[in-house]
């Protein structure tokens, strides 16, 4: 079974300053995804970056990028210049694409940004 | 505008009175799926859905019935709520391409609470 921790249950940080949140997986599958996933206030999932195991090259989009390294089963989550409205739950996430696209989840990261 | 819609989005409601919550997506996904969303546990998948009346039990059934009698609809039934089912839900739908990715996108949420 596959399984995704989160240790870090609560973040904060100062406006414009870079901030990491950390996740771990365990699987003995060679083909998945990883998903970090932002939850705001509303309550809405957003997906914020992917990253497909086969691929060496972390992914970025804009102020978000990872550090995926597949031997140590880590995969975490940069935000840089972060802003207010990147105030949020932060949850990394696990799918094989084989039956059930079934999504694992970690428990999560509040993060706070400070004014 | 594709979406993932749900009803309701608020429910408080009584120990055994029997409740559903509706799910309907735009997309002509094949693959629906209900997830609740605990403090410090994360999401976690209920049912899913592979194609029209084709369900099967994810990792946390107990209590739970969902119907997939049309393409665009996922319904999830509790048919004798417990106060254990306080929770907010999820819907989510994909396409289901076999050996690609497939987005998957969640619905607003559905906040319930069992009295």
């Known amino acids: 079974a596959q399984t995704v921790t989160q240790s870090q249950p609560e973040m904060s940080v100062q406006e414009a300053e870079t901030v990491t949140l950390s996740c771990t997986y365990d699987?003995?599958?060679?083909?998945?995804?990883l998903f970090w996933y932002k939850q705001p206030p509303s309550r809405q999932m957003i997906l914020v970056i992917r990253?497909?195991?086969?691929?060496?090259q972390n992914a970025t989009e804009n102020r978000f990028s990872v550090n995926f390294q597949k031997a140590a089963k880590s995969f975490s989550l940069k935000i840089s210049d972060s802003q207010l409205g990147d105030t949020a739950m932060y949850f990394c996430a696990f799918l094989t694409n084989f039956g059930n696209e079934k999504l694992t989840f970690g428990t999560g990261t509040r993060l706070t940004i400070i004014p | 505008e594709a979406q993932v819609t749900q009803n309701p989005r608020y429910l408080i409601t009584v120990t055994g009175k029997k409740l559903t919550v509706t799910c309907s997506q735009n997309?002509?996904?094949?693959?629906m799926s209900w997830y609740r969303q605990d403090p410090g546990l994360g999401l976690r998948q209920i049912y899913y859905?592979?194609?029209?009346?084709?369900?099967d039990k994810g990792d946390v059934p107990e209590g739970y019935k969902v119907s997939r009698k049309e393409k665009r609809n996922f319904p999830l039934i509790l048919e004798s709520p417990s106060p254990n089912q306080t929770s907010l839900y999820f819907c989510a739908s994909s396409l289901l391409v076999s050996g690609v990715y497939n987005e998957q996108f969640f619905g607003p949420g559905t906040r319930l609470t069992v009295l």
């Open positions: 699987t003995s599958e060679s083909n998945y995804y």
């Open positions: 990253q497909e195991a086969y691929k060496q």
């Open positions: 997309m002509n996904h094949e693959y």
């Open positions: 859905s592979m194609n029209v009346e084709v369900t």
